[in-house]
């Protein structure tokens, strides 16, 4: 079974800009979480898709969105984006259906500058 | 809200020794707790979660409520343990946890 991929692995963007990151979750998983990671915050929830609906949300701007589509893949994508922003970017994959564990993707590093 | 915390950033064993990692959390209701461990290079993985009471690669937590501890050992470190471990949260409303600041384990030989 693939695992978690994310795409691109890399990106550097200038201040201002927005980008959009990529998450396919493992094959019959329907729930996706995204979750920033830097050295001073550590990993923090961005939010949660199920089914294509946002099921949960972080307590980041709304600069920050996503969606989820029908085959389950998600997208993130940050507007506007600021120096604060430059982050490991996580996304993990879970069936959705009662407690299992989640299965974290390689991560998207992205740089702002 | 949830909070977890992981008061070491960084220990320093030798091989051979006993580990102790600590986890305490914050919440009102009844979360699920897990262990997630990054070796060098490796992706973020389930190590082990207290509903399943499991030893995984030797290593047990338990869940103590009334200290709201969920700390991780292991009676006798190996070198290839030496990675960062993060306690988690979850408070069952879905895919959504809440993780300490991560513990940097490292074994020496």
């Known amino acids: 079974k693939a695992g978690v991929t994310q795409t691109p692995r890399y990106l550097i963007k200038t201040r201002g800009q927005q980008v959009t990151l990529s998450c396919s979750p493992i094959s019959g998983h329907r729930s996706v979480s995204w979750y920033q990671q830097t050295p001073g915050q550590g990993l923090q929830f961005l939010f949660e898709y199920f089914s294509e609906t946002q099921r949960n949300k972080g307590n980041f701007p709304g600069r920050f969105s996503g969606r989820q589509f029908s085959n389950s893949r998600s997208e993130m994508n940050v507007s506007t984006l600021e120096l604060g922003d430059s982050a490991l970017y996580l996304c993990?994959?879970?069936?959705?259906?009662?407690?299992?564990?989640?299965?974290f993707g390689q991560g998207t590093r992205l740089t702002v500058v | 809200a949830q909070r977890v915390t992981q008061p070491e950033k960084l220990l320093s064993v030798f091989k051979g020794a006993p580990v102790e990692l600590k986890c305490n959390y914050s919440?009102?209701?009844?979360?699920?707790l897990f262990w997630y461990v990054q070796y060098s290079r490796q992706r973020l993985q389930l190590l082990l979660r207290h509903i399943s009471r499991e030893s995984i690669k030797g290593f047990t937590a338990d869940l103590n409520k009334g200290e709201t501890s969920f700390h991780l050992k292991k009676p006798f470190a190996q070198e290839e343990d030496s990675a960062m471990y993060y306690c988690a949260l979850e408070p069952g409303a879905g895919n959504m946890l809440t993780f300490g600041g991560g513990t940097r384990l490292m074994v020496k030989p």
């Open positions: 993990a994959s879970l069936p959705g259906q009662g407690k299992t564990e989640a299965f």
């Open positions: 919440y009102s209701g009844s979360p699920e």
